[in-house]
């Protein structure tokens, strides 16, 4: 059975959730995220651009207000799971 794709927004979420439990090399977190490094890069650019993850001695990590989207996303999506949407 065919896996249904990710959205945007979902895909940020799992790379917010894959940094909230450490840092990661880039390639390390592509692997991990299940994207193409190339995709990877581009969207990860627009989180550090937008204060959600910030780039140290060559790994990423999340921010302050990277956890807080994360747990707003969380909440959303525990909400939306129960009204079955």
């Not at 790379?15 to 581009?42: F, W």
């Not at 650019?45 to 790994?59: C, H, N, R, S, T």
């Not at 207000?65 to 079955?84: A, K, P, S």
């Amino acid at each position: 059975m065919a896996r249904k794709r990710r959205t945007r927004l979902e895909i940020i979420a799992d790379i917010l959730e894959i940094l909230s439990t450490g840092c990661r090399p880039p390639t390390r977190l592509a692997t991990e995220a299940n994207l193409a490094y190339d995709r990877m890069a581009k969207i990860v650019e627009a989180l550090v651009k937008k204060g959600l993850v910030k780039e140290d001695y060559g790994v990423f990590c999340i921010t302050q207000e990277g956890y807080r989207l994360l747990e707003t996303y969380r909440q959303w999506r525990c909400f939306l799971d129960t009204l079955g949407i």
